[in-house]
């Protein structure tokens, strides 16, 4: 990934391992291991917006987005 512009290397002061994980059809799949980070990770609570409240807002507005994520593997930028 790193030869084919996929993945750049990093220097920041933020590391996580990587690991290859092998499904038990065959693939393998590319994981990154955040446990250390999710350790610090102070969470914020609130609650998920209601579905009915959220369409409500949207009432009488010219423009809203949508955003397809299933789609969008590889394509956000990744630093080692």
């Known amino acids: 990934m790193l030869q084919d512009g996929i993945i750049e290397k990093g220097n920041g002061a933020w590391g ?7 499904k038990k059809d065959g693939p393998v799949h590319f994981c990154i ?7 610090i990770t102070k969470r914020d609570v609130y609650l998920v ?3 009915d409240d959220t369409l409500d807002n949207l009432h009488g507005t010219k423009r809203h987005a949508s955003l397809d994520l299933h789609a969008g593997y590889w394509q956000g930028p990744v630093v080692l």
Do not use: H, S
Not at 16 to 22: A, G, I
Not at 33 to 39: F, G, S, T
């Open 49 to 51: 917006p209601r579905l």
């Open 16 to 22: 996580f391992p990587v690991v290859f994980v092998k």
């Open 33 to 39: 291991d955040y446990r250390m980070l999710n350790a």
